[in-house]
């Protein structure tokens, strides 16, 4: 005698799991415009939240706080080249 339940396998296989996720056609859809973004401010220190957590728990790693500071200024100055690309910086009178 069988049971009620279907094999999981068989489900991904035929392709009718209800969670099988989008399908092409959604996925590929035309997205409404977001319209003009707000003017950005970079940080004027974007370590300040690595800071508030304190120091990273990594014995022997004395230095690893600077390394990930070192990373997120990085990155913030990166992200300030990108907006600046693209004429999004704000402006002093903003």
């Avoid at 003009?36 to 401010?41: A, G, L, M, N, Y």
């Amino acid at each position: 005698m069988k049971s009620g339940r279907r094999n999981p396998k068989s489900a991904r296989r035929s392709g009718g799991s209800p969670d099988a996720g989008p399908s092409p056609v959604d996925f590929w859809r035309t997205v409404p415009d977001a319209g003009v973004p707000e003017p950005i401010t970079p940080a004027a220190d974007p370590t300040a939240l690595l800071r508030s957590l304190g120091r990273p728990p990594l014995p022997g790693q004395a230095s690893a706080d600077r390394y990930v500071a070192t990373v997120i200024e990085r990155a913030a100055a990166t992200a300030t080249a990108v907006a600046a690309s693209a004429d999004l910086l704000a402006t002093e009178e903003e």
